[in-house]
């Protein structure tokens, strides 16, 4: 396929499948714009607890903010070894980046059921239903790229993921880098400026 | 070609039914577009004609308040995004190609996924008639009306799942579109050298991709209040009515420029062409089109005047909104001079482009009049405001979507259009146009408010009521006789590659193309190409050298039945299919992202 990109040159020198990734992103930056914006027109509106400063655990959300931000680093390991053609260690990143991807989830899904448990679910007030909807369409995305990023290990053990095949990576890692730099915002909005 | 073990067979029909399921060609997308979208334009049309008779007599019973409210609502979804918004992905898909000196979109797949999931989100929305339960908060769908407290029914869930639905098509295309003018353009195509059409395409998809994501997430806030209970639009938990209103116009008011930049382009092609002239101002005209599309995110507050947002904030929505106007008007000068002294020929594609000046003018005027705060407490929710958006909507949009369809017609279908009968369709569709909206301003004025299903005789409209809905009957007459025509040109009249003495790369081709579309990639040297008198080098009648062509993928369809699986099970509440609808659409993506396919 990558070939084929070598036939038709575009007009920008670029391949069009990074062009529309960064505009896919861009897309997103609204829908997330969007979600952080509902976030703060309502803080603070809730009519019934609990309240954020009740609930959420900054240390604990420090530790999967520091996983996430990790994991972004094993993805530029991993896309330089694919594209300098190291299958070991091209694998290793991979499946780094995606089990520090899977423990962010884990830690999601430890606090979102430690919420529940304290009284704090969906539809209790405007904070649960707009915490948990920002985290929660956050926390998709997170499981999309773990998902990715394991089909791409796949390939790997497949022996179809050489230097030839760097672009898919680098999709990948810019989804990836998005998704971690939404986090960011997500964690300093929600958890730090309460 | 990949040889990978997780191969799958590219299905190659190219006639049969087969191979318009399958297939991936541009050309072939956008007739589908256009059929599909064409069919819904009459669906929404119905639905506008038994509004119109049901207000044709004061206290008339032929529909019920219900059943109006739910026409009203599906007139103006369908309208605008099953029948405005596709009728140009139509030409997006057909023209912009040729325009560009490509072979084909940047994404073939991802271009016949668009179409799919259009048809059947369409079809879902439509659906809802069978349930007797059509959308019925109207095309914006305010909240708290929509609540469940007040919209028990699935009408509400139709609407909101139907939206999305169509929203995933319309980012996916925008993408698409965007990334094939950018970087597929021939050589020598600069950017300032685009044809005025593929420019205002380009503009038209960066407001897709930026504005859909913000309806979706209001639709998807309104989607979790009705599901699960949450209190996003609801007051006595805390919630803003008003955060309904300012996300959906904050997407709905660049929407107007979705559905109206496509055609302006359009006229910008059809003005030159029929008055042998180039387009006078043409950077003008490009840069005034981005002005609009940046101006266009800074006014979506004029909708909500009457929501009471204070002051200041009405004095600087205001403002944007008469400023918007100067660009607008800047266009409107460019087509009036780019006729003056030019050697006009009146055909069907030119009256229509002319019209489309004429009456957008008159909608533009009445749209500069709402801009301002005071005036426009009078006319909201009056059918002031109704005349307003058909004098755009029908008197811009449609009509240069039919200078559009009437240019390109030859170049589509290999024969010409009948003008003398697109000539009866013309003049019937202005006359009928404006006997049916033009007394509107009068009746909103006279304080006739909108989205009411019946009227008293004591408000003395009774008149202009009943010669509205006959304007509206000739509209939909003239509607007949464009599809008359259709059946009547059939092969009567060859176009020929060029019928009109055209200027851009598409006339240098035959009619219809051929599956490759050019035989050799052109070298562009000029923004006119068959106008300017540095020649281009002649494109050769037999391809030189074997063309590649995509091959059909079946993944695309897949994909999007998965999609509209899983809103029918979100719309029925049964888990499990809305759990298969998902597995469908994760099947076809690793299908096809792993099938043997070149574009």
């Not at chain 1, 609930?55 to 990790?70: A, G, Q, R």
């Not at chain 2, 898909?93 to 000196?101: D, K, V």
């Not at chain 2, 609540?147 to 029914?153: A, D, E, K, T």
């Amino acid at each position: 396929m990558s070939d084929a990109v070598a036939h038709h040159p575009t007009s920008t020198g670029l391949d069009s499948r990074k062009l529309a990734f960064w505009t896919f992103i861009g897309s997103e930056c609204l829908l997330f714009g969007s979600l952080i914006s509902t976030y703060l027109v309502y803080k603070g509106r809730s009519v019934t607890g609990p309240t954020p400063a009740e609930i959420l655990n900054i240390p604990l959300t420090s530790v999967s903010t520091f996983d996430l931000l990790m994991s972004s680093l094993a993805m530029v390991l991993a896309l330089a070894a694919v594209a300098r053609g190291d299958r070991l260690w091209a694998r290793v990143w991979l499946a780094t980046t995606a089990a520090l991807g899977a423990i962010f989830l884990g830690f999601q899904a430890y606090e979102f059921t430690h919420f529940v448990q304290e009284g704090l679910k969906l539809q209790t007030n405007l904070f649960g239903s707009t915490f948990f909807t920002l985290t929660g369409f956050h926390g998709g995305h997170v499981l999309v790229g773990v998902l990715w990023l394991l089909t791409l290990l796949f390939r790997s053990f497949q022996g179809k993921l050489g230097p030839d095949k760097a672009l898919l990576v680098e999709l990948a890692g810019l989804y990836w880098h998005f998704v971690d730099v939404v986090w960011i915002v997500i964690f300093t909005v929600v958890y730090l400026i309460q | 070609m990949a040889t990978a073990a997780l191969a799958i067979e590219a299905p190659q029909a190219r006639s049969g039914i087969r191979s318009w399921i399958t297939t991936t060609d541009h050309k072939r997308i956008g007739i589908l577009y256009g059929v599909t979208a064409f069919f819904f334009f009459l669906v929404g049309g119905l639905e506008a004609l038994l509004i119109r008779a049901q207000l044709g007599s004061p206290h008339n019973t032929l529909v019920s308040a219900e059943t109006y409210n739910q026409l009203f609502t599906m007139h103006g979804t369908t309208m605008v995004f099953l029948a405005i918004m596709p009728l140009s992905a139509a030409f997006f898909n057909y023209i912009i190609p040729l325009q560009i000196g490509a072979r084909d979109v940047a994404f073939p797949r991802l271009n016949a996924f668009s179409y799919w999931v259009f048809l059947l989100g369409g079809l879902f929305m439509n659906a809802s008639f069978l349930f007797g339960a059509a959308p019925d908060g109207g095309w914006f769908g305010y909240a708290n009306l929509t609540s469940l407290q007040y919209s028990p029914g699935l009408n509400i869930d139709f609407w909101v799942l139907g939206l999305q639905i169509l929203g995933v098509a319309s980012i996916a295309a925008g993408i698409n579109f965007l990334i094939t003018i950018v970087n597929l353009r021939a050589p020598g195509m600069t950017m300032m050298r685009l044809p005025v059409f593929t420019w205002m395409a380009l503009i038209t998809q960066f407001i897709i991709v930026t504005a859909f994501p913000v309806i979706t997430v209001a639709l998807v806030l309104l989607m979790f209040d009705r599901t699960f209970g949450t209190t996003f639009y609801s007051v006595a938990a805390g919630g803003d009515v008003l955060l309904w209103q300012h996300l959906f116009w904050l997407f709905g008011h660049p929407e107007v420029y979705i559905l109206i930049l496509p055609t302006m382009g359009m006229v910008s092609e059809v003005i030159p062409t029929f008055s042998r002239k180039p387009l006078f101002g043409y950077a003008v005209v490009v840069y005034s089109g981005l002005l609009i599309a940046l101006l266009g995110w800074g006014v979506w507050a004029h909708h909500m005047f009457a929501v009471g947002m204070g002051s200041v904030a009405d004095s600087v929505f205001s403002a944007t909104t008469m400023l918007i106007a100067i660009p607008t008007g800047v266009k409107i000068f460019n087509w009036i001079a780019t006729m003056w002294g030019g050697r006009i020929r009146l055909e069907t594609p030119m009256l229509f482009a002319i019209g489309f000046i004429a009456m957008f003018i008159i909608g533009g005027l009445s749209g500069v009049m709402h801009s301002s705060a005071p005036a426009d407490l009078q006319q909201t929710d009056t059918y002031f405001v109704v005349a307003h958006i058909h004098y755009v909507l029908y008197g811009g949009a449609i009509q240069g979507i039919f200078a559009g369809i009437y240019y390109w017609w030859p170049k589509i279908t290999g024969w010409k259009l009948n003008d003398g009968i697109g000539k009866l369709h013309f003049w019937l569709s202005l006359l009928g146009m404006n006997l049916a909206f033009f007394p509107m301003h009068a009746i909103g004025l006279l304080g006739m408010p909108r989205r009411i299903y019946t009227y008293d005789t004591a408000l003395g409209l009774d008149t202009m009521n009943l010669v509205s809905t006959i304007g509206a009957f000739i509209v939909g007459a003239s509607a007949l006789v464009f599809l008359f025509n259709t059946w009547w040109s059939r092969r009567k009249e060859p176009a020929g590659a060029d019928p009109w003495g055209g200027a851009t790369l598409e006339w240098t081709i035959p009619s219809p193309p051929p599956p490759y579309n050019f035989t050799a990639i052109p070298e562009v040297v000029s923004r006119l190409p068959r106008w300017s008198r540095t020649e281009m080098k002649a494109i050769p009648d037999v391809p030189p050298e074997p063309i590649h062509l995509p091959p059909g993928s079946y993944w695309p369809l897949v994909a999007a039945a998965g999609i509209v699986v899983l809103a029918t099970g979100a719309l029925l509440k049964a888990l499990i299919l809305a759990i298969g609808g998902g597995a469908i659409v994760v099947v076809a993506i690793f299908a096809w992202a792993f099938e043997p396919f070149e574009a």
